[in-house]
């Protein structure tokens, strides 16, 4: 079975702090997605990589950023955090072939005081 | 503009009343429609794909369906257990970096 793990649960943390966010995948899988999913606003794609160090925006970039070092894992940082980015944040996996389902985490509930 | 929509935002079952939920999406080049399930504070969960018209997919309860322009997802007698949200989702033409479309979701409530 496909397995993608979030650092956290659950997450609080201050304005201004500098958030992170991991994830890590276990089928070897070349893309990586976050995403952000809000009431009424349903899931937004915020960066996906498609390899080690490689790296595109999404449709809601702004106040993010990602970084890939290794295959499996794929962080999301929060700059300097605001509370309007407080929301469940979802990562997600898929091959670049065939099939290409994406496989998501659990997710991250942050609030951001 | 490639767009999805899921009709309708929520739908109240009682136990064993059957029923479908919509998802139409405006993609040029259908290369995959996902259906995903989503607890409350969890992530979705894959259910199926497909891939072109006149495909359909089971499991227990849950069938769906493909046309040129909508997917169908079919609750024959649902029960309480299969409440949640269920979330449509189309692969974006062209390149490998599987980069989806979500409709904003259907949430299901089944009443024992």
């Known amino acids: 079975d496909v397995k993608v793990t979030q650092s956290s649960r659950y997450l609080v943390k201050r304005t201004g702090e500098k958030v992170f966010l991991e994830c890590v995948q276990d089928m070897d899988h070349e893309n990586m997605f976050w995403y952000r999913q809000d009431p009424g606003l349903g899931l937004r794609l915020i960066y996906f990589s498609y390899d080690v160090k490689m790296k595109e925006k999404g449709d809601i970039p702004e106040g993010y950023s990602v970084s890939r070092e290794k295959k499996e894992r794929f962080s999301l940082i929060l700059e300097s955090a605001s509370t309007n980015q407080t929301s469940m944040y979802l990562c997600?996996?898929?091959?670049?072939?065939?099939?290409?389902?994406?496989?998501f985490g659990p997710g991250t509930r942050l609030t951001v005081l | 503009e490639d767009q999805v929509t899921q009709s309708p935002e929520a739908l109240r079952l009682q136990e064993g009343e059957s029923s479908s939920l919509n998802c139409s999406y405006t993609?040029?080049?259908?290369?995959?429609l996902f259906w995903y399930r989503q607890d409350p504070g969890k992530g979705p969960e894959f259910l199926f794909t497909l891939y072109s018209a006149g495909e359909e997919k089971e499991k227990e309860r849950l069938k769906a369906t493909l046309t040129k322009k909508e997917s169908f997802l079919h609750i024959t007698a649902p029960k309480p257990e299969d409440s949640a949200t269920y979330l449509c989702?189309?692969?974006?033409?062209?390149?490998?970096?599987?980069?989806?479309?979500f409709g904003q979701g259907t949430t299901l409530q089944v009443k024992p």
């Open positions: 993609v040029s080049g259908l290369r995959g």
């Open positions: 997600a996996s898929s091959p670049p072939w065939g099939v290409q389902t994406q496989y």
């Open positions: 989702a189309v692969l974006l033409p062209g390149g490998n970096t599987g980069k989806l479309i």
